[in-house]
């Protein structure tokens, strides 16, 4: 017969009610909505397809409270903040893609210089509010959920170019098909043009593959492998008030280059044991090469003289001023079984998650200082390794009452650091243990309307290189970013085609 898709919804009504089981959602399909006891945002495959967006920042503004800062005008690399807190580099939120950790470093450095492109997107959800205690780290802002549509029915295909001035370009083809039991989907994207800058120029390449194999009437197992390359001619720094007053779309810097890869796949086995009991587990990993010669970080730095201070300032920029090479090299894998019991006890709905992940996250980073404006090679600065080993457990029930809802919450994060300078052959270790715990409510007076309050334990960890000294190898004091949000509201619907939802937080 046909495959049947059996995945986890985190927020269902019940389970036994549910014909496809999400594995890879935070929030689930709309229906779930009344269920989820915080502000949530769910941006469907056909706002995304008729709103046209091009970029991740175009589609991300259509979720209330979310703010994005664009970097090079061409959504290479948003900088997403949530309600009020700092964009930069995404590092106050927790990005998933199918409800595995975008992010290549989330423990050790959570900074996002990689971020997939929303071409292969039909669904984005967000989570504002409570109910967050599931997943981490870096909650502090929210999370953020990225789904990848699944293999047609029947065999479908679609091709858009889309061009512009500028030599802009964006091909993207997708097929799909099923063959009895086994689901194929196939996603490939070219993406190249000019930025809005002098010495400007981006190109990157994305392929996505995906099967959905449908194991007997109660499992599925799911296998997707992705590919992303980048050669962009990007600069790391803006200008002055003097340059862009004398050129504002001026770029002095045209020598420098990125060159990032990227390696990452997913396997997810879904069984559901009985009519009452789903067991999902996720299997993840990734490799991301981030290779940037430059020869500026930021707009103080004029110019980049650390290979040779006699270069004789922006003069020289393009002829005798050297460069910096910082190549990075991170290895991410991690495995996450979650449990979904849905049962009754003295008249009582109970819905209860749990369950656990092992992390772990390996980086090499390297800096060379190059004698010239296009070297590849120089002068050894820093050679670091640097680890994190992440031990997570969570559980969460939601209790129903009627009307009524109440979901409590508990997330344990043992997260241990290592670092190791290897030009001064100096190592250290730390550990980081953090509770994390949750609530949420929620009164449904009637099918489309949901009036829900709620505070959650935001976390976000410190960088390996904040809590282990790079002369000494010795421990640095330093806390984990830690905060209490509150908040309360309702949303309703009326009809199809009008929605309402309000938070005070």
């Known amino acids: 017969g046909k495959p049947a898709a059996v995945d986890i919804v ?8 549910e014909v496809t089981i999400r594995a890879t959602a935070v929030v689930g399909p709309e229906a779930a909505l009344a269920a989820t006891p915080g502000a949530v945002a769910l941006i469907d495959a056909a706002t995304l397809t008729q709103s046209r967006v091009l970029t991740v920042d175009e589609a991300l503004r259509k979720a209330p409270g ?18 009020g807190l700092n964009p930069t580099r995404s590092s106050k939120v927790l990005l998933l893609e199918d409800g595995v950790p975008v992010s290549y470093a989330p423990y050790g450095d959570n900074a996002s210089y990689y971020h997939p492109p929303v071409d292969r997107f039909d669904n984005i959800e967000v989570v504002k509010g409570s109910g967050q205690v599931l997943y981490g780290p870096s909650t502090v802002g929210g999370v953020i959920n990225y789904l990848t549509p699944a293999p047609p029915d029947r ?9 512009g001035n500028r030599d802009y ?13 086994t689901g194929l989907l196939f996603d490939a994207m070219r993406k190249q043009g000019e930025g809005a800058r002098e010495n400007t120029r981006f190109g990157l390449t994305d392929v996505t593959g995906k099967v959905l194999q449908s194991i007997g009437a109660r499992q599925t197992l799911s296998v ?3 590919y992303y390359g980048e050669d962009s001619n990007l600069t790391y720094s803006g200008l002055r008030e003097a340059e862009w007053q004398a050129n504002p779309r001026g770029n002095p810097f045209r020598n420098d280059f990125v060159d990032f890869r990227r390696l990452g796949g997913a396997i997810t086995h879904t069984v559901a044991a009985t009519s009452n009991v789903v067991v999902a587990t996720n299997v993840y990993g990734q490799r991301f090469a981030r290779d940037w010669w430059r020869q500026s970080s ?50 009582i709905r109970n819905e209860m998650d749990f369950g656990f992940r092992g992390h772990f996250e390996n980086q090499d980073r390297t800096q060379r200082n190059g004698e010239t404006p296009v070297s590849r090679d120089g002068r050894l600065v820093e050679s670091n390794e640097r680890k994190a080993t992440a031990w997570s457990g969570f559980v969460q029930n939601r209790f129903v009452f009627g009307k009524f809802g109440i979901t409590p919450g508990l997330r344990l994060e043992h997260v241990r ?29 009637s099918g489309g309307t949901t009036v ?8 976000s960890p410190p960088r390996a290189e904040d809590v282990i000294s790079n002369t000494t190898g010795g421990t640095i004091e330093l806390d984990p970013e830690m905060s209490w949000n509150y908040e309360v509201g309702v949303r309703t619907r009326a009809g199809r085609t009008a929605a309402l939802e309000a938070a005070f937080f």
């Open 10 to 17: 985190l927020q269902p009504a019940t389970l036994a009610q």
């Open 66 to 83: 979310v703010f994005t800062r664009g970097e090079e005008g061409l959504g290479l690399r948003p900088n997403i903040g949530i309600r």
């Open 155 to 163: 065999s479908s295909g679609a091709v858009t170019v889309i061009g």
């Open 169 to 181: 370009l964006n091909g993207h083809a997708r097929w799909g098909t099923t063959i009895g039991r």
């Open 224 to 226: 997707k492998a992705n």
């Open 298 to 347: 930021n707009s103080n730095q004029r110019p980049n003289d650390s290979a040779d201070p006699a270069c004789g300032g922006m003069a020289n920029l393009l002829t005798t001023c050297g460069n910096e090479g910082r190549l990075r090299d991170y290895v991410t894998a991690g495995f996450e079984p979650r449990v979904r019991v849905s049962s009754n006890w003295m008249g």
């Open 417 to 445: 650091f290592e670092r190791v300078n290897r030009l001064l052959n100096v190592r250290g270790r730390t550990d980081l243990t953090q509770w994390i715990p949750g609530l949420g409510l929620t009164y449904s007076p």
């Open 452 to 459: 829900f309050a709620g505070v959650h334990r935001g976390f």
